[in-house]
């Protein structure tokens, strides 16, 4: 059964601790934070002072997304925070090992993702492997963006060109219950989702359609 990440980019952040309680309630299996840092992404959001607040309000394991220049300060940060998996961009680094190595340290999982239009043949140049491969379904930066056509293709691309048996496949952006579908037939095994998780306030319904196990 696919798993859910609701984004929290797509939050009320004025209340995002009792979002944080309703999206447990309505069933999410994880939290996507969307860390931004201005510079890699002309966007800026949660610091990890967010997530050792949050922690304290719910049990659900949260995934980390570094869109951020220099990762390696940002690790050990969210890494102390209460981060259960963090994942970087490979444009981000030249040392994409050590940072995998540097995850590891902390008992976490290591993901890694590519901007949608990054070649992902850099993906066979790696010595250590990632236990997650976050395929992006739109440019990074916002919610609320359209599916890339291409992505299916990604997907697949990813487990083909990584070769840990046990990796984990995250999509983000531009989930809903159409491309939901695509991307669960294509082998994801963690849809993120903002928009069509928060779409009318109906968090259990929406989380239970893009499951496909709609109402
Ligand atoms: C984009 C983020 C995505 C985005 C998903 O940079 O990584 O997680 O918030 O939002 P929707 O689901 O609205 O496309
Ligand atoms: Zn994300």
Not at 64 to 82: D, K, Q, S
Request: proline share 5%; glycine share 8%.
């Amino acid at each position: 059964m696919v798993k859910i990440a609701p984004s929290l980019l797509s939050a009320n952040p004025a209340f995002l601790g009792d979002d944080v309680k309703k999206l447990e309630q309505a069933g999410a299996d994880l939290l996507h934070f969307d860390v931004m840092d201005g510079h890699f992404v002309n966007n800026m959001t949660f610091g990890p002072m967010f997530l050792k607040s949050l922690k304290k309000c719910t049990k659900l394991a949260f995934d980390v997304h570094l869109m951020v220049n220099a990762p390696e300060r940002f690790i050990p940060w969210y890494a102390e925070a209460g981060a259960d998996m963090i994942t970087f961009h490979l444009e981000a680094t030249k040392k994409p090992d050590d940072l995998i190595n540097l995850i590891h340290q902390y008992g976490i999982k290591a993901g890694i993702s590519l901007k949608p239009k990054t070649d992902m043949k850099i993906l066979s140049k790696l010595k250590c492997q990632p236990d997650l491969f976050l395929v992006m379904g739109v440019e990074p930066g916002f919610g609320g963006q359209a599916y890339f056509e291409d992505t299916p293709q990604r997907i697949v691309a990813a487990r083909k060109l990584l070769s840990n048996s046990n990796l984990i496949v995250e999509v983000d952006g531009g989930i809903n219950p159409k491309t939901a579908e695509l991307s669960v037939g294509a082998s994801a095994d963690i849809l993120v989702a903002g928009t069509a998780v928060f779409k009318n306030g109906e968090y259990k319904k929406n989380i239970l359609t893009l499951k496909g196990e709609g109402l």
